[in-house]
Structures are given as C-alpha cells and as structure tokens.
C-alpha cells in the first residue's frame, strides 16, 4: 500500500495539534498528580483530636484482695510521732513513704485519719474549725507515715501556703497528697486554689469526698460527677480516681487505704 503524502499544512497543523495534546496530556498529568500527592499527605497527616480532655481516663478499682491486704495492714500499731509548725521542725525520718491529707476546715481529715488506723482518738478531734493548726505526724508499723495538715481556714491563704508548700515542696518521701472534699458543697474557691499550687509546683494529689452518709446515693452520684467533670477540665496533677468515704460509717475505707499503699508503692 502506498505510503499517505501529507502536504506542509497539513503537517504542520498535525504538529500544533500534538504539541497542544501533549501540553493538555501533561497538564492533566501533573494535576493528577498533585492529587496522588495531597492524598498521600492527607493520608500521612495524623487525625486531628481535641486537646481537651472529656474524661479521666480509666483506673482500675482495688481488687478484692489488694482490699483485704490494705485492710490488714492498717491493724499494725499507729503511734502519734510529732507536730510542726514549719518545714525545720518536721520529722527527720524520710526512709519511709508518706502521705499528706490537706482541706477546708472542718472537712473531716482528723476523723479521717482515726477511721484509716481504726482508733477512735489517735488525732485529736474538734468541731471548731481551725482545731488543728500544726502538721502533725503519725506512723504506722514503721512503713508509713501519714500527715494531718492544717486546714485552709486557719491563717490567711498567703501564711497557709507558704508553710504548707515549704513542706509539700522539700518532703523526698511524700507520695501524694489527699484534698479532701465535702461533696455536699463540691469544689470552692480555696480547694481550687490549693489545686492550682500543687498544679504548678507538680505535685500528685487525690481527691477524697468526705461525709457521703449525709447525701443519698442519687445526690452523692450527681456530687461526684460533678467533681470530676470540674477536675477534668482544670485540673492537671489530679490523680485520676475520685474516692469517696465516710468516717462515720466505715464505707469506703479499704479502697483509701489500696489507693495510699498503691501511692506508697508498699509491698504486702
């Protein structure tokens, strides 16, 4: 067959006709491209998630074994050791773990401690707030050593804090801090404010709620969530788990003495 003449026209429209296909061709080429790339990097980016945290994350409850071995280790002899009023008269002894129990006047910690140790009048107890107004020490079976501390009312907070933090600050064997918490009030503006110094001097601490017999347990529910939904949002050294007690009772003692021999990573 012969071959097909093309005439310089018509070659060179055949020619404009290849360059513009093969400039279109590339166009779509390049841009399909760009779309493979910025699919590739959307892929690779890592999903973007809010910065806010929503809830506490999980922490598994005491078993009923870590339970009974808490509750055992609370029966050893607890003996008063002494007061201090700043940080150069405070026990000398850091061999052992210690943790310290922190709030409002009035909120219950000396009854607490009673209830922790199982004797009746081990802390001296008052119903006018401001009773205690030292640090005062206590030991048991020589592996721990708890602290009653004043409570927010006593001094002005500038005088509260000062003391306090000195001790909070400079203690090596203090593994955490209890704030206790009238869930019938929930979280004033001196807790927050204690929180907030912990926060900024990066010092773990637990909440404690206090006093739960006198809410039923429908309101001590309401309560608790919301501390817990005011702690997730301000809150930054909070040990995650909110515990609830009652000295009266004796309800929920064991899971605060588990969570003090968890913070003192005590071997039982």
């Given at each position: 067959m012969p071959a097909t003449v093309i005439s310089k026209s018509q070659r060179k429209v055949h020619d404009t006709q290849a360059t513009t296909n093969n400039s279109t061709n590339s166009h779509?080429?390049?841009?399909?491209?760009?779309?493979?790339?910025?699919?590739?990097?959307?892929?690779?980016?890592?999903?973007?998630?809010?910065?806010?945290?929503?809830?506490?994350p999980f922490v598994p409850k005491a078993t009923t074994s870590e339970l009974s071995k808490a509750h055992k280790f609370f029966l050893l002899p607890a003996v008063f050791v002494k007061s201090a009023t700043n940080l150069s008269t405070i026990p000398e002894n850091t061999s052992i773990p210690e943790v310290a129990f922190i709030?409002?006047?009035?909120?219950?910690?000396?009854?607490?401690?009673?209830?922790?140790?199982?004797?009746?009048?081990?802390?001296?107890?008052?119903?006018?707030?401001?009773?205690?107004?030292?640090?005062?020490?206590?030991?048991?079976?020589?592996?721990?050593?708890?602290?009653?501390?004043?409570?927010?009312?006593?001094?002005?907070?500038?005088?509260?804090?000062?003391?306090?933090?000195?001790?909070?600050?400079h203690r090596k064997n203090l593994r955490r801090i209890y704030i206790l918490i009238d869930p019938s009030h929930g979280i004033k503006d001196s807790d927050s404010q204690i929180m907030k110094l912990l926060d900024e001097s990066g010092l773990s601490y637990q909440v404690v709620l206090t006093k739960t017999d006198k809410l039923s347990k429908t309101k001590y529910s309401i309560a608790k969530?919301?501390?817990?939904?005011?702690?997730?949002?301000?809150?930054?050294?909070?040990?995650?788990?909110?515990?609830?007690?009652?000295?009266?009772?004796?309800?929920?003692?064991?899971?605060?003495?588990?969570?003090?021999?968890?913070a003192g990573q005590l071997s039982l």
């Open positions: 779509y080429h390049q841009e399909d491209t760009i779309k493979k790339t910025s699919t590739k990097k959307s892929k690779e980016e890592p999903e973007k998630f809010s910065k806010i945290l929503q809830a506490f709030g409002r006047s009035n909120i219950g910690k000396s009854s607490l401690i009673n209830g922790l140790v199982n004797r009746n009048a081990l802390v001296k107890t008052s119903s006018k707030p401001g009773h205690t107004q030292m640090m005062n020490f206590f030991k048991i079976g020589d592996r721990l050593s708890l602290v009653d501390m004043p409570g927010y009312g006593w001094k002005s907070r500038d005088e509260w804090g000062g003391m306090i933090l000195d001790y909070l600050q969530s919301e501390v817990e939904a005011q702690l997730v949002k301000d809150a930054i050294c909070c040990y995650p788990l909110v515990l609830g007690v009652s000295s009266r009772t004796k309800d929920g003692l064991d899971e605060l003495r588990a969570a003090i021999i968890k």
